[in-house]
Each structure stands twice: as C-alpha cells, then as structure tokens.
C-alpha cells in the first residue's frame, strides 16, 4: 500500500493488504458492527412483542376476573297422583235356603224296668219306623231321610271366599310418574354444595356471554346408578358441562312406587349465569 493512502485506510484493508479478501475473514470483519447493530434491534423488538403481549393477557384476565359465575339449582314440581276413589263393595250374596228338616227319632238307652213304670214318651219307636226315620237326641217331624247332604258351613255370613288379588304391575320397568322422586343423597343443600365444586363455566360460553338453563334427563335404577344421561333443552355450548356433571355425580337416592324402589327417569334442570361486576 501507498505511504500516503495508509492514514486513510482502514485497519482491515491494511491488516489484509496483499491477501486474499474474497476468503471469507475481511467480509466477517467488515460487516461485524453491521451484523451486530441488526442482532440488538433484533432483540429489542423480540422484548417489547413479548411485553405487549403479556399487557394484553392481563387486561383479558381482569375482563375474565371480572364476571362472576353463579350456578342455580331449579327443583321440579313433583307430580301429585290422582287419588284413587274407592269403589263401594259388592252387596252380600242371598242367604241360602235352609235345609229341609229330617224326621228323627230319639235315641233312648235300654234299661229293664217294669211295665206299667214306663213313660209314654220314653217308649223305643218300633222297628219298621226306624228304617226311614234318622236316629237323634230328640223327637223331630220332617221329611224322610233319603240321602238329604246339609249345605256347608258359611264363611263368616258372607257365603263367598275370594281368592288373593294378583299384583300385575310390572316392578322392572322404568317409571315415567312416580309417588317420591329420586334425588341427590342430601337433597337440595347437598346438591347445590356438589354443583358449586364441580361445576365449569364453559370458555367458549363466557367468551360469548352465553347464559341459561340445561335440563338434564336421565335414569336412575333401583341400586341408585345413573344411566342414559343426555341434556334435552338448554344453550348448546352448555349442555356438555351439564351432562357430565350429572355423569360425575355418583349414586343417587331410588324413586319409591308403592313402597319399592323403582328404575325411574329423572330431569333434573341447571342453571348457568354471569353476573358483570357493578
């Protein structure tokens, strides 16, 4: 290099004076405080995206924060059977006729006295009357004794005796109406502590400000298990969140038919609702 270009010159260009430049060292060396301005603003762009974006979710969190859910449980009206009225009992049958009296003649022991000592009306009757007359303790007028069957005891003055009703309901089937429902083990106080600690607010419902409420229909047998849960009314984006609760809940109390407990179906309603802070 020239002596009088040398105090103008870069230090690079005088470190690879008469060397090969298109090696790859002096482009590193030349474009070093370049790279190295790009890789800071680089870097600072990256921080100030990742601190707008956590801006951004904590005001979404104070929004979310911000509504309140409440879950409401709604009781069913139970449904009151229609007393049976009680039919009158049949009139008593006729008292059967009374049998036909039969000629009798009374039986009198034999005992050896005199004569004259003997009573008129002690007197044996004589031998041929006997054959068509019954043998008793008294003297009784009738008709002959031919084969006459007295009628058989009544039953109690009623003359008829009923046979034991049969009961045809059928146990094992599922009851649509029944006299006490099935509910959840506790009762309402119970089932309003299960729903408060289970119970999620759908994200998707919240997003959308999405309220209402879910009837859940589902059977409960006689051993209190839950089974065919499906939600039948209510917002779709709630239904999923109700019938899993009502899969999660465990056993429930049977519904009673008649004093038995009995396989039944059961709708049971919930209640989702946001409330904004004021």
């Known amino acids: 290099m020239e ?11 005088i470190i690879f004076e008469g060397r090969n430049k298109d090696y790859g060292a002096y482009d590193l060396r030349k474009t070093y405080n370049k790279r190295l301005i790009t890789s800071l603003l680089t870097v600072a762009a990256i921080c100030l995206l990742l601190f707008l974006g956590y801006l951004v979710s ?3 969190e104070k ?3 911000s509504k309140s859910v409440v879950v409401q449980d709604v009781q069913l009206e139970e449904i009151k059977q229609e ?26 022991p ?8 003997v009573k008129e009306e002690e007197k044996p009757p004589e031998v041929e009357k006997l054959e068509e007359t019954k043998i008793g303790t008294m003297n009784q007028e009738g008709q002959k004794d031919e084969g006459i069957v007295a009628p058989p005891v009544e039953d109690a003055g009623k003359g008829v005796v009923e046979a034991p009703k049969k009961d045809d309901e059928d146990w094992d089937k599922t009851f649509t109406k029944v006299e ?5 083990p506790g009762g309402a106080a119970a089932w309003q502590r299960y729903l408060n600690r289970n119970l999620r607010y759908p994200q998707e419902a919240i997003d959308n ?14 051993e209190g298990n839950v089974s065919d849960v499906e939600a039948i009314s209510g917002p779709q984006e709630l239904r999923s969140e109700a ?15 008649n004093g038995r407990q009995v396989k039944s179906y059961k709708k049971q309603p919930i209640v989702f609702r946001l409330e904004s802070e004021g």
Do not use: C, H
């Open 209 to 222: 400000e999405v309220q209402g409420a879910v009837v859940v229909q589902f059977i409960v047998d006689k």
């Open 83 to 108: 007393e049976k009225k009680e039919e009158p009992p049949p009139p008593p049958p006729p008292k059967p006729p009374e049998p036909p009296k039969v000629e009798m003649a009374k039986f009198t």
């Open 58 to 60: 904590s005001l979404l």
């Open 3 to 13: 002596a009088n270009k040398i105090l103008s010159a870069d230090v690079l260009d």
């Open 110 to 117: 034999p005992k050896i006295v005199k004569d004259e000592e």
């Open 243 to 257: 019938v899993r609760v009502i899969k999660k809940s465990g056993k429930w109390t049977p519904a009673v038919q």
């Open 180 to 184: 006490i429902e099935s509910e959840y």
């Open 63 to 65: 929004n979310a924060e």
